[in-house]
């Protein structure tokens, strides 16, 4: 039967799951007809299978912020079990995270189960440690500028039903002002911010809260900024930094940020000494996040490097690899450059500008951060390539591609712009193959890894913590007694 929120905690082992098919199979040990019928068996073991519900052909298997939706079988000792609750454990655990929620409605006893640390640590840590359950989590390529109004329509754009079942949304509108602008990922936490007048936002997509910070004094010249968060032992985020860099036009030998802290609720700005003298590319873009550090782009030295939660505050500068084709980074001011955290690692993906090349894509993983080393992974030509797409294959030799995203839970996927067919295509490092993986809507003339961001959907809903905010307590004159 179905419980219901009034349901007192005995009625718990009475009510099933409101799963679609849960199918239990019981392992015993079997006996022949000519055992004795009042023989203990040896073992006790019970086999589910938890079949999550079919969607429909709208939805997407993370429709309601679905993380599993895929089967899942699992073998369960009832014997040696830890508590009387590993086994609620084992079935929750695989359960979308929509669903889990509602059941905490049951009754008191699993509003309780769910709402402990232990068990959110448990569902985390199973999500993360099964393959399956990581290759559906929940991501998305999306276009930075969104042509909305109100923070509350921005956190539409990043519900899942409103995506395709592609998982990815690039999605465009013509004709229409772009009134926000995503600037950064983090945790799953959203840094955005609506233009004119200048306002930074903090979301959550999946709990849809947002916290609006407090402005800044200095409005101009202060770009490319960037997003860390912290997360405790429950991944849960205790804090975050937004950073904001001047971007210069000469060359300085300095950084000078500006940096807003939840913890205080304030802008501070820094001078940063550089070893050397650096300059900013003519099109700057917002920094990469690596381990908590943010790396800028920097003319000639590669990347500048800095820890906002670091003291003193500091920057050091990491060269890219000597092999790569600078040329084209100057020529086309790193279009054609891709570099990006994926999984741990720090990577740097090339594609060459000019289909004659003889290597079209190159990619180097950084082997040691401290000492700044790179290690070359691959060079492939042109004609290593190839394509299950029959008008793909046909243009492997001459198409241009942009590299766009690198896949957050594969090592092995990259995600480049096809010019010539307007397509989103997958590169697979192992095989050498590409593939479409979905068709942009709305005009994308100008679509590079500058105007895109991976958004992975939270593991867990958590609350977005809310600066303090400074109260300015307006002077008292001397008091005053008045003899009525």
């Keep these: 039967m179905e419980g219901h929120a009034n349901s007192t905690d005995n009625d718990a082992d009475q009510i099933q799951l409101p799963i679609q098919?849960?199918?239990?199979?019981?392992?015993?040990?079997?006996?022949?007809?000519?055992?004795?019928?009042?023989?203990?068996?040896?073992?006790?073991?019970?086999?589910?299978?938890?079949i999550a519900p079919p969607y429909s052909n709208q939805g997407s298997p993370s429709s309601g912020s679905s993380f599993l939706g895929l089967d899942d079988t699992f073998t369960y000792d009832?014997?040696?079990?830890?508590?009387?609750?590993?086994?609620?454990?084992?079935?929750?655990?695989?359960?979308?995270?929509?669903?889990?929620?509602?059941?905490?409605?049951?009754?008191?006893?699993?509003?309780?189960?769910?709402?402990?640390?232990?068990?959110?640590?448990?569902?985390?840590?199973?999500?993360?440690?099964?393959?399956?359950?990581?290759?559906?989590?929940?991501?998305?390529?999306?276009?930075?500028?969104?042509?909305?109004?109100?923070?509350?329509?921005?956190?539409?754009?990043?519900?899942?039903?409103?995506?395709?079942?592609?998982?990815?949304?690039?999605?465009?509108?013509?004709?229409?002002?772009?009134?926000?602008?995503?600037?950064?990922?983090?945790?799953?936490?959203?840094?955005?911010?609506?233009?004119?007048?200048?306002?930074?936002?903090?979301?959550?997509?999946?709990?849809?809260?947002?916290?609006t910070l407090a402005k800044s004094a200095k409005t101009q010249n202060f770009f490319a900024e960037g997003f860390v968060s912290r997360v405790n032992e429950d991944n849960v985020v205790t804090g975050y930094t937004v950073v904001r860099q001047e971007m210069l036009t000469s060359l300085t030998d300095y950084l000078r940020l500006e940096i807003f802290s939840s913890e205080t609720g304030e802008w501070v700005v820094y001078r940063v000494p550089c070893p050397f003298q650096i300059g900013f590319?003519?099109?700057?873009?917002?920094?990469?996040?690596?381990?908590?550090?943010?790396?800028?782009?920097?003319?000639?030295?590669?990347?500048?490097?800095f820890d906002p939660y670091k003291d003193p505050k500091s920057c050091r500068l990491i060269q890219l690899p000597a092999d790569r084709d600078v040329q084209s980074e100057v020529t086309h001011d790193g279009l054609y450059r891709l570099c990006d955290a994926c999984l741990g690692k720090l990577r740097l993906f090339q594609v060459a500008p000019d289909a004659s090349s003889f290597y079209c894509f190159s990619m180097w993983d950084m082997?040691?951060?401290?000492?700044?080393?790179?290690?070359?992974?691959?060079?492939?030509?042109?004609?290593?390539?190839?394509?299950?797409?029959?008008?793909?294959?046909?243009?492997?030799m001459k198409a241009t591609f942009l590299p766009l995203s690198f896949h957050p839970f594969d090592l092995d996927i990259v995600y480049l712009r096809c010019v010539e067919l307007a397509c989103?295509?997958?590169?697979?490092?192992?095989?050498?193959?590409?593939?479409?993986?979905?068709?942009p809507t709305g005009a994308i003339d100008d679509l590079s890894w500058?105007?895109?961001?991976?958004?992975?959907?939270?593991?867990?809903?958590?609350?977005?913590?809310?600066?303090?905010?400074?109260?300015?307590?307006?002077?008292?004159?001397?008091?005053?007694?008045f003899n009525g």
């Design 21 to 50: 098919n849960c199918v239990i199979t019981d392992s015993t040990n079997q006996h022949s007809k000519d055992d004795d019928q009042n023989q203990t068996p040896t073992q006790n073991h019970l086999e589910f299978q938890v």
């Design 450 to 481: 500058r105007v895109v961001v991976p958004l992975v959907i939270p593991t867990w809903p958590t609350p977005v913590p809310i600066p303090p905010v400074k109260v300015v307590i307006p002077e008292v004159g001397p008091l005053r007694v």
């Design 424 to 439: 989103l295509v997958s590169y697979n490092i192992q095989n050498r193959q590409l593939d479409v993986a979905c068709k």
């Design 281 to 305: 590319p003519k099109r700057g873009a917002g920094p990469i996040c690596f381990k908590g550090v943010l790396h800028w782009f920097v003319n000639d030295h590669g990347m500048v490097a």
């Design 78 to 211: 009832i014997h040696n079990a830890p508590d009387s609750d590993s086994l609620l454990y084992e079935i929750l655990s695989r359960l979308p995270l929509k669903s889990l929620f509602r059941l905490k409605c049951v009754c008191k006893h699993w509003q309780t189960l769910i709402s402990q640390r232990s068990f959110s640590r448990f569902y985390i840590s199973r999500m993360i440690t099964s393959n399956t359950a990581s290759s559906s989590l929940p991501f998305r390529i999306l276009y930075r500028y969104i042509c909305e109004s109100e923070p509350e329509d921005v956190l539409n754009r990043f519900r899942s039903e409103s995506y395709n079942s592609s998982g990815l949304y690039l999605s465009r509108e013509e004709h229409k002002a772009i009134k926000f602008k995503v600037l950064g990922v983090s945790n799953g936490l959203i840094l955005c911010c609506s233009l004119g007048p200048l306002v930074y936002h903090v979301c959550n997509p999946v709990t849809r809260q947002w916290v």
């Design 367 to 396: 082997k040691d951060y401290d000492k700044g080393e790179w290690c070359s992974e691959f060079k492939v030509t042109r004609s290593d390539l190839s394509s299950s797409d029959p008008e793909l294959e046909s243009w492997l």
